[in-house]
């Protein structure tokens, strides 16, 4: 079965900082992976994904991952960090068989600092 | 905004008691996903639903069970609760591949925060 583990449930940086964000998946067949972003009292947004296309994945508000299967890693990274990025980010995977639910990990808490 | 409609926004309600949460998915999209939020559990898929069927069932009570319309909105009914129910409920939906099931991609709604006294 497939999952994911995100190291540090809280993690913190300065405004301008780089923000990375550590996710590790386990999967016996390729994976399709994802991060997704909720703010406070608001729902999950799709931040980027990866479906086995390019291993470096751009995604929306300057984030980007990077699919590494000898790592069996799908970091996510911001080269400077905003105020606005202060939310809850979670990784998420979805095997590439018949099933699609989504399988979380257990969040990573982002807070900025001014 | 995902296109993805959830009804209520809040709900209280007591011990014992049953409500219903409903989601409607984006134009098109055929797949309903229903997952629960809370602080103990993290976010744990409960069951899907493509194009009318059931496809797929993850960590859902038996006290919980799901449907979906021909319209393709869903409804998850959640009976006899317990304090631990209290949960924020999110449904998602996505779209349909080019194979004709359902593509990986998933929207989320804005969620269902259920309080139970």
């Known amino acids: 079965a497939q999952s994911v583990t995100q190291l540090g449930s809280h993690v913190s940086v300065s405004e301008g900082a780089l923000v990375l964000l550590r996710c590790n998946y386990s999967?016996?067949?390729?994976?399709?992976l994802f991060w997704y972003v909720q703010y406070p009292n608001q729902g999950l947004q799709l931040l980027l994904k990866?479906?086995?296309?390019?291993?470096l994945v751009k995604g929306i508000n300057g984030f980007e991952a990077e699919f590494k299967k000898s790592e069996t890693s799908f970091h996510l990274t911001k080269p400077s960090a905003h105020m606005s990025d202060a939310a809850e980010y979670f990784c998420?995977?979805?095997?590439?068989?018949?099933?699609?639910?989504?399988?979380f990990g257990s969040g990573t808490q982002l807070t900025v600092l001014p | 905004d995902s296109g993805v409609t959830q009804t209520p926004k809040h709900l209280i309600t007591a011990t014992g008691q049953r409500v219903t949460l409903r989601c409607s998915p984006r134009?098109?999209?055929?797949?309903v996903y229903w997952y629960q939020q809370s602080l103990d559990q993290g976010l744990q898929f409960l069951i899907h639903?493509?194009?009318?069927?059931?496809?797929a069932k993850g960590n859902i009570l038996e006290r919980f069970s799901a449907q979906q319309f021909p319209d393709l909105h869903s409804e998850l009914n959640l009976s006899s609760l317990e304090l631990g129910d209290s949960a924020l409920y999110f449904c998602?939906?996505?779209?349909?591949?080019?194979?004709?099931?359902?593509?990986?991609?998933?929207?989320f709604g804005p969620g269902t925060r259920l309080l139970v006294l």
């Open positions: 998602a939906s996505s779209p349909r591949s080019s194979s004709g099931g359902p593509q990986e991609t998933q929207y």
């Open positions: 999967s016996s067949v390729p994976p399709y």
């Open positions: 990866y479906t086995s296309a390019a291993t």
């Open positions: 998420a995977v979805i095997s590439s068989g018949s099933a699609r639910q989504l399988t």
């Open positions: 134009s098109g999209d055929l797949s």
């Open positions: 639903y493509y194009n009318g069927e059931e496809r």
